[in-house]
């Protein structure tokens, strides 16, 4: 009883708190239910040259890598199939509806391992790329632990990491095109963040807060959700320190370079990235001489390359959050630079 009634003042703090603090309000989500209404398979080529053959629902469905699972959203890749003349199958989905600016909480349960040759990623991307900006939320390849966040745009912009958790390191801060493709990144510390480690808790949520003035990404793990968060009524000025967190640097203003984003999950293979640098990781190369031939003929490795994403939701500011910001304090950490 006294447990309960305890809950019950606290969630009467918080819903009290919204009233005057809450800068978010609800827009939509995506779960079990409306899932894969709401999100379009992509079967074209892989943009990133990947050694993977993206498939449609209907095919998804049928070869089980799409679905529900445990309550979530699964997508995964083909785990049985030796020596693929296409590339290895998975599953590429996209949002139907595009963003400019907002909160996007994504729990996740499980998300591809960390495997040779496999490349998944979240992400956010804009028409006409790279003009209406990328916004890698998680993503990794091969053996890799922790995440890397990373923001792609036309050429111009640039950023600082003032405010990212200081174990974050800004690894470029010119965000437009070069050979590489490589845009602008953080690399992260937290060994929990993504891949194995990440399922090794049951996951947790990926926060990502896209207005005007930054583009920042916090992760808490299962066991750290914040109540606000659990409760509806997420207030990112008492999370602390983001994970990685973009503010234009140099006068760039990030509105110019970001724009009508959609919401991204894939799993590709080699390609690029994971391909590009097989023969630097030791552990993969030592498998077999090219990424290509690993993953065409290995499949039972990646019977763990797949999503499950209990709930996506996305918030708005709501309409009075200017002038509350403009009242109210916020919690601000102080800032550091990498």
């Not at 990794?140 to 950023?159: C, D, E, M, P, R």
């Not at 891949?195 to 930054?214: C, K, L, M, P, R």
């Not at 967190?245 to 590709?268: L, M, P």
Request: with cysteine; net charge negative.
């Amino acid at each position: 009883m006294y447990a309960a009634t305890g809950f019950t003042l606290y969630l009467g703090a918080v819903f009290a708190g919204a009233v005057t603090r809450a800068e978010y309000i609800l827009d939509v989500t995506y779960d079990a239910i409306n899932f894969f209404s709401s999100f379009d398979f992509f079967t074209g080529s892989d943009p990133t040259h990947g050694f993977v053959e993206y498939v449609d629902a209907q095919t998804a469905n049928a070869l089980g890598l799409a679905g529900t699972s445990l309550g979530g959203v699964y997508m995964g890749v083909d785990s049985t199939t030796q020596a693929p003349s296409n590339g290895r199958k998975s599953v590429r989905v996209t949002s139907q509806k595009s963003f400019t600016h907002g909160l996007f909480i994504a729990d996740i349960a499980h998300m591809p391992g960390s495997i040779c040759g496999a490349w998944p990623a979240m992400w956010m991307v804009g028409p006409d790329w790279p003009s209406s900006g990328e916004i890698d939320i998680i993503e990794g390849v091969n053996t890799q632990t922790t995440n890397a966040i990373t923001l792609h745009t036309s050429a111009g912009f640039a950023v600082s990491n003032d405010g990212s958790n200081p174990r974050t390191k800004l690894l470029r801060s010119d965000c437009g095109p070069n050979p590489s493709n490589s845009g602008c990144g953080q690399s992260t510390s937290d060994n929990q963040n993504y891949g194995d480690g990440f399922n090794a808790i049951g996951g947790g949520v990926y926060a990502t807060e896209w207005t005007s003035e930054h583009i920042a990404v916090w992760f808490f793990p299962r066991t750290s959700i914040p109540l606000d968060v659990s409760a509806g009524v997420p207030n990112p000025s008492g999370w602390g320190y983001p994970l990685a967190k973009f503010t234009g640097a140099n006068g760039c203003s990030v509105d110019e370079y970001f724009k009508d984003n959609q919401i991204v999950f894939d799993t590709t293979f080699c390609g690029d990235w994971a391909g590009n640098v097989w023969g630097s990781n030791g552990e993969c190369s030592a498998l077999a001489n090219t990424c290509e031939d690993f993953v065409s003929n290995n499949p039972l490795a990646f019977a763990e390359a797949y999503w499950i994403v209990n709930s996506i939701n996305v918030y708005n500011l709501a309409p009075n959050a200017t002038e509350a910001a403009n009242i109210l304090p916020r919690t601000s950490p102080k800032r550091f630079r990498a």
